[in-house]
């Protein structure tokens, strides 16, 4: 699997549901696919990433978890961009420290074609995908898409949006990842833009390893 073609397909599908769900108005974020076996995907709410002095923030997909249906991940990706929506609006949607998901959330989640359902722990926070959102996977010519075995599928297009970090004629995403690590704790993310990380567990930059 190569995880520049996941993460060139989850960018397009933003750039798709950006439009379709928010109106275009959510500025671009960077798309990462790290390990979080304990979550399916999560949403910083600070400036993680820096690219020409401009602060990006970041949607995390679980590496884990990407073997689940098509829907189920464009489902969590949904989810992130409700935070992010929220984030910019000044709704507050969560609390107990950024883990409680509340009314606020589940309302805007709603809003968006997602089913939300009550954990005593997170909240309104249990994501799954409405009949409305399928319908809308299907009709982009999502549904067959597996990203656990993405390397072996040509990603295709997202309707006329442009498609962000997307391939040349042959609709396949050109692969262009770069690897940060952490010099301290050796943790390392992947993205498809060169940037300007910090690890947060070490408060220490990383580092782009050569390829």
Not at 27 to 51: C, L, M, R
Not at 174 to 189: E, H, I, L, P
């Amino acid at each position: 699997m190569l995880v520049s073609e996941v993460t060139a397909f989850l960018e397009q599908a933003y750039n798709v549901l950006n439009q379709h769900y928010f109106g275009g108005i959510l500025p671009p974020v960077i798309i990462t696919v790290q390990s979080s076996p304990k979550t399916n995907g999560h949403y910083t709410k600070f400036d993680a990433w820096e690219q020409s002095n401009q602060g990006y923030r970041e949607i995390n997909i679980s590496a884990e978890n990407l073997n689940r249906p098509i829907q189920c991940v464009i489902a969590t990706l949904i989810h992130e961009m409700v935070h992010h929506f929220c984030d910019q609006q000044g709704i507050k949607d969560c609390s107990r420290g950024g883990v409680y998901h509340n009314k606020k959330f589940k309302e805007q989640a709603q809003q968006r074609d997602l089913i939300i359902e009550y954990n005593p722990r997170i909240g309104f926070s249990v994501t799954s995908p409405s009949y409305a959102l399928v319908a809308f996977i299907e009709g982009q010519g999502w549904q067959g898409i597996d990203l656990s075995r993405v390397g072996g599928h040509s990603v295709p297009g997202g309707g006329s949006d442009n498609a962000g970090n997307s391939g040349g004629d042959n609709g396949k995403p050109k692969s262009s990842t770069r690897k940060y690590q952490c010099r301290v704790c050796q943790n390392s993310v992947r993205a498809t833009k060169e940037v300007h990380i910090a690890c947060l567990d070490c408060n220490t930059q990383m580092f782009q390893v050569e390829k």
